[in-house]
């Protein structure tokens, strides 16, 4: 397999000018592959990106903090105090932190 290099391209979208990132063997191909991104198909979103050459201990390093992470977020949905908290939705014209709803909640 030859190697890719990475093309960049530029756009406009919404007054802002943007780059795409086009890997491919010659400007040809890239000009190429970008005329395949009309029908591309969405897949996700991209959380992290890990160069190939990261090791196994990398990689499981930062699949158990996500875990953990996640863990949390649980427990924290879980405590009663948070669950007591008003489940309306924000008023822009009072914005209200969440600090200040959990402390509002743990006084009632």
Do not use: C
Request: aromatic share 10%.
């Amino acid at each position: 397999m030859e190697k890719l290099n990475t093309y960049l391209f530029s756009y406009q979208h919404h007054d802002v000018t943007w780059t795409v990132e086009v890997p491919a063997t010659s400007e040809e191909d890239a000009r190429a592959r970008l005329q395949k991104y009309a029908d591309a198909k969405y897949e996700g979103i991209r959380e992290r990106k890990l160069p190939a050459q990261f090791d196994i201990f990398v990689r499981l390093s930062s699949w158990l903090s996500d875990f953990r992470l996640a863990t949390l977020a649980e427990k924290i949905r879980n405590t009663p105090a948070i669950s007591r908290l008003p489940s309306r939705q924000p008023d822009p014209e009072t914005p209200e932190s969440i600090e200040e709803s959990v402390i509002r909640a743990l006084h009632r």
